[in-house]
T-cell receptor, first 115, second 113 residues
Framework: DGGITQSPKYLFRKEGQNVTLSCEQN?????MYWYRQDPGQGLRLIYY???????QKGDIAEGYSVSREKKESFPLTVTSAQKNPTAFYLC??????????????FGEGSRLTVL | AQSVTQLDSQVPVFEEAPVELRCNYS??????LFWYVQYPNQGLQLLLK??????LVKGINGFEAEFNKSQTSFHLRKPSVHISDTAEYFC???????????FGAGTQVVVTP
């Protein structure tokens, strides 16, 4: 079945460590996104990519990095510079970069806990 | 810049009763509006969307929403809820920034027998 796969589902990290969250999609979607979810705050956009080898910062990009070397993959690295990384991270994709209304398709999320 | 306000953080409701979740947005330009649902420890799933045309939009699982441009609202309704509707619901707005949705803080719906 087509969809978005995020891994790992749960991740624990010590302070000062970088971690990378994986996001793979087989929907042939051009655009991919990373959101962070905290209780009572909704979803906030970290980074997004409309095409391969190109990506833009979202609203809360500080302390995060991404790459888009393949259409199917959009990994997110949470660096040690992110001051409060404990959160639920959601990857999403949308069908194309041509224009209006990208309905987002979401993965099941990765929950990161910093010990 | 647009913002999205979901007026209720939690809505308790009895099974088979109706429910309305309120969403207001602020934007001076044309908008596209969405409602998503999130079950515990899962990603979000699209319930319905308004792009243009009829202001009453029907979605999955018996949900519907009405776009009111003058009141800048997009409230979600269901006439009779089930236990399985217990979830968090997010309203989202997209304007001219293609693909970039602004999400509300979410409304937790708790359905009890």
């Amino acid at each position: 079945d087509g969809g978005i796969t995020q891994s790992p589902k749960y991740l624990f990290r010590k302070e000062g460590q970088n971690v990378t969250l994986s996001c793979e999609q087989n929907l042939n979607h051009d655009a991919m996104y990373w959101y962070r979810q905290d209780p009572g705050q909704g979803l906030r956009l970290i980074y997004y990519s409309q095409i391969v080898n190109d990506f833009q910062k979202g609203d809360i990009a500080e302390g995060y990095s991404v790459s888009r070397e393949k259409k199917e993959s959009f990994p997110l690295t949470v660096t040690s510079a992110q001051k409060n990384p404990t959160a639920f991270y959601l990857c999403a994709s949308s069908i194309d970069s041509s224009g209006i209304s990208g309905e987002l398709f979401f993965g099941e999320g990765s929950r990161l806990t910093v010990l | 810049a647009q913002s999205v306000t979901q007026l209720d953080s939690q809505v308790p409701v009895f099974e088979e009763a109706p429910v309305e979740l309120r969403c207001n947005y602020s934007s001076s330009v044309s908008v596209y509006l969405f409602w998503y649902v999130q079950y515990p420890n899962q990603g979000l799933q699209l319930l319905l969307k308004y792009l243009s045309g009829s202001t009453l939009v029907k979605g999955i699982n018996g949900f519907e929403a009405e776009f009111n441009k003058s009141q800048t609202s997009f409230h979600l309704r269901k006439p009779s809820v089930h236990i399985s509707d217990t979830a968090e619901y997010f309203c989202a707005v997209e304007t001219d920034s293609w693909g970039k949705l602004q999400f509300g803080a979410g409304t937790q719906v708790v359905v009890t027998p």
